[in-house]
T-cell receptor, first 116, second 111 residues
Framework: DGGITQSPKYLFRKEGQNVTLSCEQN?????MYWYRQDPGQGLRLIYY???????QKGDIAEGYSVSREKKESFPLTVTSAQKNPTAFYLC???????????????FGPGTRLTVT | GENVEQHPSTLSVQEGDSAVIKCTYS??????FPWYKQELGKGPQLIID?????GEKKDQRIAVTLNKTAKHFSLHITETQPEDSAVYFC??????????FGKGTRLSVIA
């Protein structure tokens, strides 16, 4: 059963703590992405990676960090430096440069993070 | 860089009527235009896409049209049903950069 998994679905943390959100894909996609979505808002790109061991900042990277040590995994750490971390976080992946349909991007189910 | 504008931000239609959502883009090099549907509390789902060498694409009740000259593309949903109620996002892709998304349209289908 191929797809993108994000865990957990809901996450609660105290202010000042770092927290890591998991994203795993078994689609053999080269590229992976992290987005943030606030209530009633669109999708804002945090970080993306087009190949293992390489990643680039998106539009709102401040207060976040990522790693891409394996093709199938792209964890996102929300650090204590992120001023408003409460949001819905979405991971996505796409083939990008691979065979077949390189452009199609697919999203995971999301993790809702609440920081109090 | 690319900029995508999406209209309207909210849309209400009667069940059975058609719904049209429009997007404009700024980068003439953009060549791929997907549409996503997001239901409450879920991740966006790719529902249809179009490449720049095609003017129209249909899949059952949904269709997308592209006007490269005017740099706009539209999503058409016919015979709307309550389960079509969701937020719809358009996006554009240029070169090797990530997708650029519109801000979304909240569609409500009234039974």
């Amino acid at each position: 059963d191929g797809g993108i998994t994000q865990s957990p679905k809901y996450l609660f943390r105290k202010e000042g703590q770092n927290v890591t959100l998991s994203c795993e894909q078994n689609l053999n996609h080269d590229a992976m992405y992290w987005y943030r979505q606030d209530p009633g808002q669109g999708l804002r790109l945090i970080y993306y990676s087009q190949i293992v061991n390489d990643f680039q900042k998106g539009d709102i990277a401040e207060g976040y960090s990522v790693s891409r040590e394996k093709k199938e995994s792209f964890p996102l750490t929300v650090t204590s430096a992120q001023k408003n971390p409460t949001a819905f976080y979405l991971c996505a992946s796409s083939p990008r440069g691979g065979s077949g349909r390189p452009y199609e991007q697919y999203f995971g189910p999301g993790t809702r993070l609440t920081v109090t | 860089g690319e900029n995508v504008e999406q209209h309207p931000s909210t849309l209400s239609v009667q069940e059975g009527d058609s719904a049209v959502i429009k997007c404009t883009y700024s980068d003439s090099a953009s060549n791929y235009f997907p549409w996503y549907k997001q239901e409450l509390g879920k991740g966006p789902q790719l529902i249809i896409d179009i490449r720049s060498n095609v003017g129209e694409k249909k899949d059952q009740r949904i269709a997308v049209t592209l006007n490269k000259t005017a740099k706009h593309f539209s999503l058409h949903i016919t015979e709307t049903q309550p389960e079509d109620s969701a937020v719809y996002f358009c996006a554009a892709l240029s070169g090797n950069t990530p997708l650029v998304f519109g801000k979304g349209t909240r569609l409500s289908v009234i039974a």
